[in-house]
């Protein structure tokens, strides 16, 4: 049974036109004003960009240190998803490295360059452990390296994670069996099935920190990179749009790039077919050195972030360290910063809503419904082009075209701006679960006598709804952390704590700085425990016996997936 071919277009038609007006319009925008000077068509701020030796340099050196940093991003991601699929290691020290290689994706970027700077400084955390700094001349390279790679590594890690649960360990034991040295068993095993998704994980990680601007404006010093360009040219000493808008502009070439090479690597993808699960013989050297090696890469990135959970509980850091919550209790008291918080969760929860509703109803429509061919194609489109848009450039179609607007400085263009922003991983998530649902569910409960939309809500939705709270708590989180679009739509009285760090940032205010970044991990770790909360006791209701019968659809198909 399907819905009124209808009613489908027309919700299809005011999702579309609605996330069309907000994304491709305002791309539309920043594209002429990088054509247009006075109001007349001119090639004035392309000349001006393009021939500065400066943009250049700022390029090239993004290129440079999103190149490294991607690389070594993947490889310490390769290892511990190695150790956790390829090793006979206690299975809860696999689940303590799992969780806590994805760590940073709780926190701003802009408070990894912080972190950096008060853990490995001349009075940083460690150096004062150790009576030595372990690394100097934080500022420039070696800082935006360090923070790109931990920006990225749980991004690869899940992407290689995923594929390892797909490789076949038979292949192993058979390689050996046929006398294979251990180079060649582990080449043709784990390496060759798994060099796609390695060439994906470096991808996506390039263009994150090819497009990142936290880090660089923590930590990035005299070490131009693009993004800290693009700021400069808006909001700096002679802003300008026209200039802007053609940096902005660059800044999407690599991002198309790395989108249509992520396309065409996604048809070599391992395919989805469990494997039977089996045990390698156990070898204690080597389980021995990548436990060690992976705890030490674990140990490396969340000893970065210590310094949050030290800085707010003493009198003075680093240079009184008598422990003391006077300064928590200071900043905490500040009305300013409670309204900013309560932004912030407003915006959080109003942009996972929107967004779930968004993103799953559109999905609905294109796989569950006879939608013409083209609207399909035009959903998948949207998606595509919201994933290559990077937030910077994003914000700064906002900025330009609805500046002086009705929504100009609220609430709202903040929300509307996070679900277009992230609108693509949400989308492709709810489209693969509903493609792997069964067609006939609709016509069977529309033979008993129910029409379409009860069906979605009695059969249909129930079982997505695990993927429903993924891509709740997906937008949710990253509406808490994101910064590189907020810092240019979000004003005096829509400030949000992300936008509130950068203005700490520029007053030197560096120990609410941690205050604020561990109120962002804390919510978010409050939100990710409501929602594993729920999952957990729904799955315990129905396992009842006694309530087998009192047992909601809801949960029964939660148990299903589970």
């Given at each position: 049974?399907?819905?009124?071919?209808?009613?489908?277009?027309?919700?299809?038609?005011?999702?579309?036109?609605?996330?069309?007006?907000?994304?491709?319009?305002?791309?539309?925008?920043?594209?002429?004003?990088?054509?247009?000077?006075?109001?007349?068509?001119?090639?004035?701020?392309?000349?001006?960009?393009?021939?500065?030796?400066?943009?250049?340099?700022?390029?090239?050196?993004?290129?440079?240190?999103?190149?490294?940093?991607?690389?070594?991003?993947?490889?310490?991601?390769?290892?511990?998803?190695?150790?956790?699929?390829?090793?006979?290691?206690?299975n809860g020290y696999k689940k303590f490295l799992g969780i806590m290689a994805q760590f940073p994706m709780l926190l701003p970027t802009i408070?990894?360059?912080?972190?950096?700077?008060?853990?490995?400084?001349?009075?940083?955390?460690?150096?004062?452990?150790?009576?030595?700094?372990?690394?100097?001349?934080?500022?420039?390279?070696?800082?935006?390296?360090?923070?790109?790679?931990?920006?990225?590594?749980?991004?690869?890690?899940?992407?290689?994670?995923?594929?390892?649960?797909?490789?076949?360990?038979?292949?192993?034991?058979?390689?050996?069996?046929?006398?294979?040295?251990?180079?060649?068993?582990?080449?043709?095993?784990?390496?060759?099935?798994?060099?796609?998704?390695?060439?994906?994980?470096?991808?996506?990680?390039?263009?994150?920190?090819?497009?990142?601007?936290?880090?660089?404006?923590?930590?990035?010093?005299?070490?131009?990179?693009?993004?800290?360009?693009?700021?400069?040219?808006?909001?700096?000493?002679?802003?300008?749009?026209?200039?802007?808008?053609?940096?902005?502009?660059?800044?999407?070439?690599?991002?198309?790039?790395?989108?249509?090479?992520?396309?065409?690597?996604?048809?070599?993808?391992?395919?989805?077919?469990?494997?039977?699960?089996?045990?390698l013989p156990r070898n204690r050297v080597s389980d021995y050195c990548l436990g060690t090696l992976s705890g030490f890469i674990i140990l490396?990135?969340?000893?970065?972030?210590?310094?949050?959970?030290?800085?707010?509980?003493?009198?003075?850091?680093?240079?009184?360290?008598?422990?003391?919550?006077?300064?928590?209790?200071?900043?905490?008291?500040?009305?300013?910063?409670?309204?900013?918080?309560?932004?912030?969760?407003?915006?959080?929860?109003?942009?996972?809503?929107?967004?779930?509703?968004?993103?799953?109803?559109?999905?609905?429509?294109?796989?569950?419904?006879?939608?013409?061919?083209?609207?399909?194609?035009?959903?998948?489109?949207?998606?595509m082009i919201s994933n290559t848009t990077p937030g910077m450039v994003l914000g700064i179609a906002y900025l330009m075209l609805f500046s002086?607007?009705?929504?100009?400085?609220?609430?709202?263009?903040?929300?509307?701006?996070?679900?277009?922003?992230?609108?693509?991983?949400?989308?492709?998530?709810?489209?693969?679960?509903?493609?792997?649902?069964?067609?006939?569910?609709?016509?069977?409960?529309?033979?008993?006598?129910?029409?379409?939309?009860?069906?979605?809500?009695?059969?249909?939705?129930?079982?997505?709804?695990?993927?429903?709270?993924?891509?709740?708590?997906?937008?949710?989180?990253?509406?808490?952390?994101?910064?590189?679009?907020?810092?240019?739509?979000?004003?005096?009285?829509?400030?949000?704590?992300?936008?509130?760090?950068?203005?700490?940032?520029?007053?030197?205010?560096?120990?609410?700085?941690?205050?604020?970044?561990?109120?962002?991990?804390?919510?978010?770790?409050?939100?990710?425990?409501?929602?594993?909360?729920?999952?957990?006791?729904?799955?315990?209701?129905?396992?009842?016996?006694?309530?087998?019968?009192?047992?909601?659809?809801?949960?029964?198909?939660?148990?299903?997936?589970?």
């Amino acid at each position: 049974m399907q819905p009124n071919p209808h009613v489908s277009k027309y919700v299809w038609l005011f999702i579309g036109v609605t996330l069309g007006l907000f994304l491709i319009v305002p791309i539309g925008q920043l594209i002429a004003n990088s054509w247009l000077d006075n109001g007349q068509f001119s090639l004035t701020y392309y000349q001006q960009i393009l021939g500065s030796g400066r943009f250049h340099t700022a390029f090239l050196n993004s290129l440079t240190v999103a190149a490294i940093s991607s690389l070594t991003a993947t490889v310490l991601a390769f290892i511990l998803a190695y150790t956790i699929h390829w090793s006979q290691l206690p299975n809860g020290y696999k689940k303590f490295l799992g969780i806590m290689a994805q760590f940073p994706m709780l926190l701003p970027t802009i408070t990894y360059g912080f972190a950096i700077i008060y853990t490995f400084g001349k009075k940083g955390l460690l150096t004062q452990l150790f009576g030595v700094q372990l690394i100097d001349n934080l500022y420039g390279f070696k800082g935006l390296w360090m923070g790109y790679t931990i920006y990225t590594l749980p991004i690869a890690f899940l992407l290689l994670n995923n594929t390892f649960f797909y490789l076949d360990k038979k292949t192993s034991l058979v390689s050996k069996l046929m006398g294979d040295n251990q180079w060649r068993t582990f080449k043709t095993s784990v390496v060759v099935p798994l060099i796609e998704t390695l060439a994906m994980a470096f991808i996506q990680c390039f263009f994150l920190s090819f497009t990142d601007y936290g880090i660089p404006a923590s930590i990035g010093g005299r070490y131009e990179v693009i993004a800290t360009q693009l700021y400069n040219e808006l909001l700096g000493s002679s802003p300008s749009f026209g200039r802007g808008a053609v940096v902005a502009i660059c800044m999407l070439i690599p991002s198309i790039i790395s989108v249509i090479l992520l396309s065409k690597l996604a048809k070599y993808r391992i395919k989805p077919n469990q494997t039977q699960p089996i045990d390698l013989p156990r070898n204690r050297v080597s389980d021995y050195c990548l436990g060690t090696l992976s705890g030490f890469i674990i140990l490396a990135v969340s000893s970065v972030f210590a310094v949050i959970l030290v800085a707010p509980f003493v009198q003075q850091w680093p240079y009184n360290l008598t422990p003391s919550i006077s300064m928590l209790q200071s900043v905490l008291a500040s009305t300013n910063l409670l309204q900013v918080y309560q932004n912030s969760i407003i915006v959080a929860l109003l942009t996972a809503l929107v967004g779930t509703i968004v993103s799953y109803t559109l999905a609905l429509i294109a796989e569950r419904t006879q939608l013409w061919r083209n609207a399909k194609i035009a959903s998948d489109g949207l998606a595509m082009i919201s994933n290559t848009t990077p937030g910077m450039v994003l914000g700064i179609a906002y900025l330009m075209l609805f500046s002086g607007t009705s929504i100009a400085n609220t609430l709202a263009i903040i929300v509307i701006c996070n679900v277009v922003h992230y609108f693509a991983t949400p989308y492709l998530m709810a489209k693969n679960a509903l493609s792997k649902l069964n067609n006939g569910w609709e016509l069977t409960a529309g033979l008993l006598g129910d029409s379409w939309i009860k069906s979605i809500f009695k059969v249909v939705l129930p079982n997505s709804f695990l993927t429903l709270l993924e891509i709740f708590s997906y937008y949710f989180i990253n509406a808490m952390v994101t910064v590189s679009a907020v810092i240019f739509i979000a004003g005096a009285q829509t400030m949000v704590l992300t936008s509130k760090v950068k203005e700490l940032e520029h007053y030197a205010r560096f120990n609410e700085i941690f205050i604020v970044s561990l109120m962002i991990l804390l919510t978010n770790l409050a939100a990710l425990a409501v929602i594993f909360g729920l999952r957990f006791y729904l799955k315990r209701r129905s396992a009842s016996p006694r309530r087998t019968k009192k047992v909601p659809v809801l949960a029964q198909s939660i148990i299903k997936q589970s």
